[in-house]
């Protein structure tokens, strides 16, 4: 079984930066995707970015290009989300996820594990 643990959130002004972790425990950990989800409330979980968990590729929603990056540690079983000028709309609880199988990579139905998640709030 995968556990998935985010940390890093918090309150930050419009225009600052924060870096979110996800930390994975489980003996062998090998999936294929890892994704960073968001959820503002009264809104659907929204994909933030993803990333191929060997391998390169890397993917975003289009709303925070050149602002967000996604790494990953594959000796740590680490994924995260490093944010930048960050925006009010950015607030939202982000979730870590975990993907086992080739497919998708940009909805919910394509992640496996979750994360509990933590909250990013951005003030104008």
């Known amino acids: 079984q995968v556990q998935l643990v985010e940390s890093g959130g918090g309150l930050v002004q419009a225009g600052g930066s924060l870096r979110l972790s996800c930390a994975a425990s489980?003996?062998?950990?090998?999936?294929?995707?890892m994704g960073w989800f968001r959820q503002a409330p009264g809104n659907e979980r929204e994909f933030v970015a993803a990333?191929?968990?060997?391998?390169?590729?890397?993917y975003y929603v289009d709303s925070v290009k050149g602002r967000f990056t996604i790494s990953k540690d594959n000796a740590k079983k680490m994924v995260y989300l490093q944010m930048n000028s960050l925006k009010p709309e950015d607030t939202a609880v982000y979730h870590c996820?975990?993907?086992?199988?080739?497919?998708?990579?940009?909805?919910?139905?394509?992640?496996?594990?979750w994360g509990q998640g933590t909250q990013v709030t951005v003030s104008s």
């Open positions: 996820a975990a993907g086992r199988y080739f497919g998708g990579y940009a909805t919910a139905h394509d992640y496996d594990y």
């Open positions: 489980a003996r062998t950990f090998s999936p294929y995707f």
């Open positions: 990333i191929r968990w060997t391998g390169t590729s890397i």
